[in-house]
């Protein structure tokens, strides 16, 4: 048995996922319903980001994942892609200090070409500032795709084969150790809000054995309380990776 499938000591460890990826949907609709602009929507959607994070490690989660900006969003109206790039700006502005003192380690997932030079400058910035950070990590994915990550896990391997680098043939864990999300601990719960029932193109390769979450609640609404009631449904579920027995909920790591 290696360490990642290994069963924790009966009570030894919370029985909660440690990494969690939510899908922050459903901002337009909760504007709408108000007859507010979208932009207002996501402004709210921001303060939900921030409850949530906060309530994340009462819940026993080490590893938030969150979708910001999907690869496909730049198909969204110019403006409303230059609210959702003003809100980075604002959100590493008024909360990296604290993420930082906080103990929390912040990494960017998706392609920085293509972004605004300054807020791949912030990224870099904020990536950096928290690098030594081990209490809890917080992964944004903004201008990210899973597809286009997997192709890229895939394109560093042949630049270090071309480069004369001894990394062998590609493997699953070859490739699992160049994506985005190498950091992180295994994935176990992926939670989409605002009753939409897909992953568009979020943590594909990661989610092969995630235990899935919907909620009708829009994303701004999102919270504590919201965050516990997704966690308690994975609680409940049994998960055998292939196997006729359930597995820890939880693998440890
Ligand atoms: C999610 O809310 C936020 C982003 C995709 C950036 P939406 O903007 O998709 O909200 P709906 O789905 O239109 O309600
Ligand atoms: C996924 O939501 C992307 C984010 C939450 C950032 P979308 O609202 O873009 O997804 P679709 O278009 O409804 O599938
Ligand atoms: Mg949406």
């Not at 459903?26 to 980001?49: S, T």
């Not at 490690?57 to 730049?74: K, R, Y």
């Not at 609210?83 to 960017?108: F, K, P, Q």
């Not at 579920?237 to 196997?243: A, S």
Request: net charge neutral; proline share 6%; hydrophobic share 45%.
């Amino acid at each position: 048995m290696t360490a990642t499938t290994a069963a924790p000591l009966a009570g030894s460890r919370p029985a909660g996922p440690r990494h969690v990826a939510l899908i922050m949907d459903g901002n337009g609709r909760w504007a709408k319903q108000r007859g507010l602009p979208r932009a207002m929507g996501h402004r709210e959607g921001v303060q939900a980001l921030k409850r949530t994070i906060q309530a994340a490690p009462d819940l026993g989660i080490e590893c938030l994942t969150v979708f910001g900006f999907s690869t496909e969003n730049w198909a969204r109206p110019e403006e409303e892609v230059s609210d959702l790039m003003g809100l980075v700006r604002s959100y590493v502005a008024s909360d990296l200090n604290r993420l930082d003192r906080e103990g929390v380690r912040l990494r960017i997932l998706g392609r920085r070409r293509g972004l605004p030079s300054d807020i791949a400058a912030i990224i870099e910035r904020a990536e950096a500032q928290t690098a030594n950070n081990d209490r809890f990590l917080l992964q944004v994915a903004f201008n990210y795709g899973a597809r286009a990550d997997v192709v890229d896990a895939a394109q560093k391997h042949i630049d270090r084969l071309m480069a004369g680098e001894p990394v062998g043939p590609i493997t699953e864990e070859a490739l699992q150790g160049n994506l985005a999300t190498s950091a992180a601990p295994p994935l176990d719960l992926i939670v989409r809000t605002s009753g939409e029932q897909r992953l568009s193109n979020f943590l594909l390769w990661e989610a092969a054995y995630a235990e899935l979450v919907f909620q009708d609640i829009l994303w701004p609404d999102y919270g504590p309380q919201a965050l516990a009631e997704a966690v308690a449904q994975f609680g409940g579920r049994e998960r055998r990776y292939g196997g006729l027995q359930a597995a820890p909920a939880r693998v440890a790591g």
